[in-house]
């Protein structure tokens, strides 16, 4: 089940609402990113990319340059979160406590 919080924000200027909208455009290829170096160090090393490494690759990008220091890694760190849960799952399954075809690779 996904919940999701929809929030209207009323009464912007123009300039406010394109700011908003480039800044959400922004954090959404940092996660990208993310999500992108993770899951090519697991193809090739078969292990998970930790939020250090990943943080140490990003932090010169210009996505991440774009955003204020603690977006960027809140962000890097939703995606580690996001990692972390999905292996915990796979040592679950490896031990029969969960089915592999449910274990969904962010």
């Given at each position: 089940?996904?919940l999701t919080?929809k929030?209207?924000v009323?009464?912007l200027?123009k300039e406010?609402?394109?700011?908003?909208?480039?800044?959400?455009h922004?954090?959404k290829n940092?996660a990208?990113?993310?999500?992108?170096n993770v899951?090519?160090?697991?193809?090739?090393?078969?292990e998970?990319l930790?939020?250090e490494?990943n943080y140490t690759?990003?932090?010169?990008?210009?996505?991440?340059?774009?955003?204020?220091?603690n977006?960027?890694q809140?962000?890097l760190k939703?995606?580690d979160?996001?990692?972390k849960?999905?292996f915990?799952?796979?040592?679950l399954?490896?031990?029969d406590?969960?089915?592999f075809k449910?274990c969904?690779?962010?």
């Open positions: 089940m996904h919080v929030q209207q009323k009464h200027s406010d609402y394109k700011t908003i909208k480039e800044l959400c922004i954090a940092l990208n990113e993310a999500i992108y899951r090519q160090y697991y193809f090739a090393e078969g998970f930790k939020y490494k690759l990003l932090k010169n990008s210009p996505n991440y340059k774009l955003l204020n220091s977006m960027a809140q962000i939703e995606v979160g996001s990692f849960s999905f915990g799952l796979i040592k399954a490896k031990q406590r969960y089915a449910d969904k690779l962010p």
